[in-house]
Nanobody, 117 residues
Framework: QVQLVESGGGLVQPGGSLRLSCAAS????????MSWYRQAPGKEREFVAG????????EYRDAVKGRFTSDRDNAQNTVYLEMHLLKPADTAVYYC??????????WGQGTQVTVSS
């Protein structure tokens, strides 16, 4: 059974930091590109960061460049999103996404990140 389980979300003040984790199981983790998306209330889900399989490249949306860092641990089947200098505009539900460059796409259930004073 495929599972993507996000954790690490919460309430943080502007300028603060959080580290999200996504633990994967039920598929060959190293063969999948792993990404983070987010969805704010009333808005469409948007790409945040993505790591290609075998760590062959990482991409970030412009709004988070220099503040967010993503990495993966293939031995632990886990992908991380380190978020710094958080802004109220970063408030959203953050989702973990897995894609095998073919027909298999998996989503986690999401974790809420709220940036507010």
């Amino acid at each position: 059974q495929v599972q993507l389980v996000e954790s690490g979300g919460g309430l943080v003040q502007p300028g603060g930091s959080l580290r999200l984790s996504c633990a994967a199981s039920g598929f060959v983790f190293s063969g999948y590109a792993m990404s983070w998306y987010r969805q704010a209330p009333g808005k469409e889900r948007e790409f945040v960061a993505g790591i290609r399989r075998a760590d062959t490249g990482i991409e970030y949306r412009d709004a988070v460049k220099g503040r967010f860092t993503s990495d993966r641990d293939n031995a632990q089947n886990t992908v991380y999103l380190e978020m710094h200098l958080l802004k109220p505009a970063d408030t959203a539900v953050y989702y973990c996404h897995a894609w095998n460059y073919s027909q298999h796409v998996y989503w986690g259930q999401g974790t809420q990140v709220t940036v507010s004073s």
